[in-house]
């Protein structure tokens, strides 16, 4: 009983360096510089991206974790507890443990360590419920649009804000070339530790490392040189990257990525639900903390999407994309954790979370 209690009260003082950073980006949050370009809205009031005092817990426990180590081992937790319906990422924990071995050994050896985490992550009191399996559905929402691309004969992914993603290690096939674009600080980083965990033993099936900042060139500049065929019909992913980008930006970068897009390409993004940005409604639990949170890193929520199949429609059709899918939080849930049932007070995943892709005709 003492050793549970031990690794309880342990898992609890881990959670709290956590525990307000959840649900606010994919494998890796990259700098706002590189982020991509998807529909946005307008500009967000200053207030709301001012973050919490600094003077307070919160700000105390968010500034100083990074948001993709948060992520990273968030992606873990389900399969690791053995969850109904967990993601396939296999080699998110051997980042996790090359990357946190500290925090990672604390989850390996201290008793009921993970349900704690999760437990305490997810409390609706102070924490994101549904943070977890939001991150867990998002890896496999991903995870199907690369497999259902490579099933229909597309040969190139390009993931853009790359990071931590490891679908060209876990889904990749001959003939398919993957392209990961990130800031270059992170992409040689990136590339070492994959070299390092020799997560591929054939050299010729690792991605292509595009070291690009994004806001300095443009997505074919970035793309130029690296063997992108832009006559071949391409899969574009852009995961937990929408919501930091500005209107401008994102507007521009979307019309590039279209103009890269063969016909017959897609691309795939979540979104933020624009009622819950501009604080329409109030069945969004965790939104308030989850979004100081990610001000107090500098990562300010800045733009949102109608929570609509035709809002969404709106938002693609001048970049010349036509809406492909659209998901909101429930239809995810019944799609990637069946064994769940909504709660508007302790939803299963995060509520403020959109899901969407498109074609390029």
Do not use: C
């Amino acid at each position: 009983m003492e050793s549970k209690e031990a690794g309880a009260a342990a898992a609890a003082a881990l959670a709290a360096t956590s525990a307000f950073t959840a649900a606010t980006s994919t494998a890796a949050a990259p700098a706002a510089a590189n982020k991509a370009p998807v529909p946005a809205t307008a500009p967000v009031a200053a207030a709301d991206t001012a973050g919490s005092s600094k003077l307070g817990l919160l700000y105390a426990v968010t500034r100083g974790q990074p948001t993709n180590y948060d992520m990273l081992v968030f992606r873990t937790l389900n399969r690791e507890l053995g969850r109904p319906n967990a993601n396939a990422d296999h080699l998110a924990p051997r980042l996790r443990d090359e990357l946190m071995p500290r925090r990672s050994w604390l989850l390996k050896h201290l008793p009921g360590s993970k349900a704690q985490l999760r437990r305490t992550l997810e409390n609706p009191l102070w924490g994101v419920p549904g943070a977890v399996n939001f991150i867990d559905a998002r890896t496999k929402w991903f995870d199907g649009a690369v497999a259902e691309a490579l099933a229909d004969g597309i040969q190139q992914v390009v993931i853009v804000a790359a990071g931590y993603d490891t679908r060209a290690y876990r889904l990749g096939a001959p003939g398919v070339r993957f392209f990961e674009i990130d800031l270059p600080s992170a992409s040689a980083a990136k590339k070492a530790l994959v070299e390092k965990l020799k997560f591929v033993e054939d050299p010729s099936r690792l991605p292509t490392f595009v070291a690009a900042d994004l806001s300095r060139v443009s997505l074919a500049e970035a793309l130029a040189g690296t063997g992108f065929d832009p006559s071949q019909r391409t899969l574009f992913t852009v995961e937990g990257l929408i919501y930091y980008l500005p209107q401008a930006a994102a507007s521009g970068l979307l019309s590039a990525l279209s103009g890269l897009a063969a016909s017959g390409s897609r691309a795939y993004f979540d979104f933020m639900s624009l009622d819950a940005l501009e604080g329409r409604g109030s069945n969004f639990p965790g939104f308030k903390v989850t979004r100081k949170s990610v001000a107090n890193k500098g990562e300010p929520f800045l733009s949102g999407i109608g929570p609509s199949r035709e809002a969404v429609a709106a938002a693609l059709a001048p970049h010349g994309l036509a809406l492909r899918e659209f998901l909101a939080p429930k239809d995810m849930v019944g799609l990637m954790l069946p064994h769940e049932s909504w709660s508007d007070r302790k939803p299963p995943i995060a509520s403020f979370y959109y899901y969407a892709a498109a074609d390029k005709p």
